[in-house]
């Protein structure tokens, strides 16, 4: 069974049609998407409509939670200068695109026969932990404790990573949309974005499972020009990430 591992979108199209155009290549029997949808980026609409094309499980992250109580944005860690993006990110969507965003849950579970995998955007208890390489060991034992799946599975840093934790590993597949360069740090400059969109595959046959971590590239023009077009709030800082003028 092959399983294509989504994240942190955040309203990048081209990035995602760059992923699902790789997938195609390939036989993948499901998606699941883990996180932070349609905020931040110019194509909020667009980009959700795709996912849910795909008829995938999908989990809540803090972006996507913010979207729907936009009076929480601050506890979901969301930084204030974001707010008008959000807030912009919002008015483009219907009802039942809200509605769709409200299907989304905390955490999903998956029994694969030589391995249970969990998924989840942040942590299993929270869609705002934010678990690294380097994350101390006391703290993941809090936000881990309870969980017995062989594999875990998060979103949410940007970062792709694969840790082990005891008999346990933890993965992350790195963002589709915005791709770190560094760990973003609250209350720091914004991140510096790499031009390429990240995903995984999570392949399991007879005992034996492996993960593929990707980076396919995409067009960072066409995401300037929507940027342009479409109304977006702080365009010249947003193409600054990707090197726009």
């Known amino acids: 069974m092959k399983i294509a591992l989504l994240s942190d979108i955040h309203g990048n199209l081209p990035a995602l049609e760059a992923v699902l155009a790789d997938l195609q290549t390939e036989s993948v029997d499901c998606t699941i998407f883990l996180g932070d949808l ?12 795709l996912v ?9 992250g803090n972006h996507d939670a913010a979207m729907l109580e936009p009076e929480q944005a601050a506890a979901l860690q969301i930084s204030p200068s974001l707010i008008p993006v959000l ?31 969990l998924f989840f955007h942040g942590s299993p208890r929270s869609n705002t932990d934010m678990i690294l390489a380097t994350t101390e060991d006391k703290v993941l034992d809090a936000w881990l404790a309870g969980s017995c799946e062989t ?29 770190f360069l560094y760990p973003y740090q609250s209350g720091s400059n914004a991140p510096t974005l790499l031009p390429w969109a990240e995903y995984a595959v999570l392949h399991v046959e007879r005992q034996r499972w492996t993960i593929d971590l990707r980076r396919t590239p995409f067009n960072t023009y066409a995401v300037h020009e929507l940027v342009r077009r479409n109304g977006f709030p702080y365009a010249d800082w947003w193409l600054k990430q990707y090197g726009g003028k």
């Not at 349609?38 to 409509?49: F, N, Q, V, Y």
Request: aromatic share 4%.
């Open 38 to 49: 349609a905020t931040i980026g110019p194509s909020p609409r667009e980009t959700l409509d």
């Open 151 to 179: 594999v875990l599975i998060g979103g949410h840093t940007h970062i792709p990573m694969v840790r082990q934790r005891g008999r346990q590993v933890l993965l992350n597949p790195g963002s589709v949309g915005n791709a």
């Open 52 to 60: 849910r094309s795909l008829n995938c499980p999908c989990i809540l």
């Open 87 to 117: 807030e912009w990110g919002i008015e483009q969507l219907s009802a039942s695109d809200l509605d769709f965003l409200r299907s989304f849950r905390a955490t999903y579970s998956l029994d694969m026969g030589p391995i249970r995998v």
